[in-house]
């Protein structure tokens, strides 16, 4: 807060004075007493007071108030200094989550300060295309363009000055936050990096570069010097756009992470303090339940603060471009507002035991919502990691494939003249090469919004091949092919940093995979083992319910290829991505998307079955041989979505996958149910088999397993059928 006034007298102000004291429950004496801090000393006829108030460095944490009122002494020294007092005021103070909140609407202010500078900066771009075009155009400066480059130098000075601004009241909101209310380690290093960022797009290069140009159009110095100038500016501007753009998304990420966070943490301070009051209620007379039931009723007022908290968790998350499926545990809430709606009415009443009853209600209830919610985030969390991890697999195949195009091309242009006739497919193969790039560059740029950690280095990258692409078709439209081969050199190193930072990008992740993963066992109960505390869950989880999805999307893509192929000419079918026209370019697109993901899906799941089938190692050797099968018709199936071969039989392959799964899931529960039977020992009685039986039986598993490894070239309908009829020799 702020406090302001004037204090004015014919003798001079000597003395301004600030006394305050706290107001609130459970403050020691010391605490309400009036204290004071100097304002001013000094001798002024007038004195302007401007009083910065920080409450939670003058009173204690637990006090709801603060009483203030300013004294002024004059400069009367023959009578001496007489007093003068401001009535006393009193300013409600806020609780520590209602403080954080408040500070969370101002950080959405620099969200739209944001938000604002990627709009400018991308108009700067375009302005400084326009200087370009028209210093082209011109033999030398005028006296128009130079003014024009002038107010453009200033413009963007004034950008500077905006980003510095957001990254300092960033930084000065989080220092608040951090004093209010510790985040965990991951959250603050979060924000830590966020502000590091935003700090680096006010980078003095671009101030160094502004006084370059500013320095040139004093010396009126050559026009394609100045141009060079503006070049640079233009790509800085590009790049800091789209840094400033990723960090935008990454900001309201982090809110609503932030948000989600002081959420749990509020329902916890409400589940203590009802389950505190249940404790007083328990061992209360009669006479104590009317105090009981105002503590009660206010309890229940804070309540509202809670709805405040998830309307603000849903605002945030509608603000991301890809918003949450978020479950905030609304009913269990609703219930627990119910619940002690109805103890302080019992409470009213005189019915001590019922309102016990149910403030215990209402306090599981609120756990209830408060486990709902942080659930749900956190699988929410790890969905898009999985989502990531996918794409990033995608991005490094596509990526290292169009710098092995990019390699060949290169490579030959290095060998031929100017006047070689082959220098105009050349050329054409470079602008395809570029088109395979900006759809590269799409998910690339949306994948680095959702990284923080590989956000920067992807921008600057993507910021020079870019230009560098632009400058090696420059050069092959003159025919200047020495400098297009150096401009492609320097395309293919940026492909192959980009490569190298994915492929660390993509162990990194795979590496914190598998650590969640490993957490989330290690916190799961066994629930075969009854009684015993905690054991190893059971390997491959619903494997099927995976596989049945992406079925499902097999079926809707086939439906959808169909259809594309019955439309076209001749009703021969394409491969997706061959014969775009107009409007069939962006179905295609759609379409290897799909394809793209479906491949890493059903990867995924293979990756799974394999490691499923190393897990159970030398167990049943029938399970081992059905998961093995299940590989291979994954890894065929694989194989057909990536080469975009979608038809009959791969729906054929997907319902034998689906029956390889379940058999084996069933037969999974059925070892589960026989691990719960409980069974008493025999007293020293060992069953041995006969070793004529033993031999026998040995005989029979060797015989139907050498059935197996020999099977002729069969289709899957033969297969299937063969399959089942060793699965009924007894």
Known sequence: WYLSGLASDDYGISTVKFYYRAIGKGLSVKDTQWQYKTVFEGQKQQIGIAFGLDSRQLVPINASAIEYYFSAVDNDRVNGGKTTKTEI????????????????????????????????????????????????????????????????????QKMLNTLKQLQQKQEKINEQKKNLNPV???????????????????????????????????????????????????SMNRQQAMELEKLMEQLKSLELEEAVDLQVKAM??????????????????????????????????????????????????????????LNQGEKARNEA????????????????????????????KMKEAMQQLEQSFQKEQEKRMAEDYQTLRALLDNLIELSGRQETHFLELRKINADNPRLSFLNKEQMKLKESWLFLEDSLEALAKRQMAINQFVTKELNGINYRMEEALERLRIRNLRQAAVEEQYVMSGMNSLADMLMESLQNMQQQMQQQQKEGNQACSNPNNSGKGKGKPRPGGKL???????????????????????????GQNQKPGEGENNGDGDESKRMNQELAK??????????????????????????????????????QQERDIVNGKIGAQNVDRQKQIMTRLLEHEKADRKQGEEDKRESNKGNGITAEVPPEIKAEVLKKVSEKEQLRKSLPGLTPYYQNANSEFLRGVR
């Open 268 to 325: 916890q301070e409400w589940i203590e303090k009802q389950e505190a009051l249940e404790k007083k209620t328990q061992g209360a007379n009669k006479s104590e339940l009317a105090e009981l039931k105002k503590e009660q009723e206010q309890l229940n007022q804070e309540l509202n603060k809670l709805d405040e908290g998830s309307k603000e968790i849903e605002e945030k998350n509608k603000a991301l471009e890809t918003p949450m499926d």
């Open 337 to 364: 507002k119910e619940e002690a709606k109805q103890a302080a009415q019992n409470l009213g009443e005189q019915k001590k035991s019922a309102a016990t009853e149910k403030q215990r209600k209402s306090a599981e």
């Open 89 to 156: 005021r009193t300013l409600k103070l806020l609780d520590e989550i209602s403080l954080v909140r408040s500070l969370e609407k101002q950080e959405a202010g620099i969200g739209k300060g944001m938000s604002s500078g990627v709009k400018e900066l991308k108009e700067m771009q375009r302005e400084a295309g326009k200087l370009q075009e028209s210093m082209r155009n011109e033999r030398s400066l005028d006296w128009n363009q130079e003014n024009q480059v002038e107010k453009f130098i200033q413009e963007q």
């Open 598 to 635: 479906m491949a890493l899906m059903q990867e995924q799941l293979r990756r799974q079955v394999e490691q499923l089938r190393k897990e159970l190692g030398g167990g049943d050797p029938s399970t081992n041989q059905l998961l093995k099968e299940t590989e291979q018709l994954m890894e």
């Open 544 to 570: 099927s319910e995976g596989q049945e999805k992406l079925g499902e999307q097999l079926q809707k893509l086939q439906q959808m290829k169909q259809g594309k192929s019955g439309g076209a000419k001749g």
């Open 184 to 234: 965990k380690p991951e959250l603050q290093q979060k924000k830590d990096e966020i502000n590091k960022q935003l700090k680096q797009l006010s980078n003095p290069e671009m101030q160094k570069l502004l006084e370059e140009i500013n320095k040139l159009l004093q010396q009126k110095a050559d026009k394609q010097q100045l141009q060079q100038k503006m070049d640079e500016v233009k």
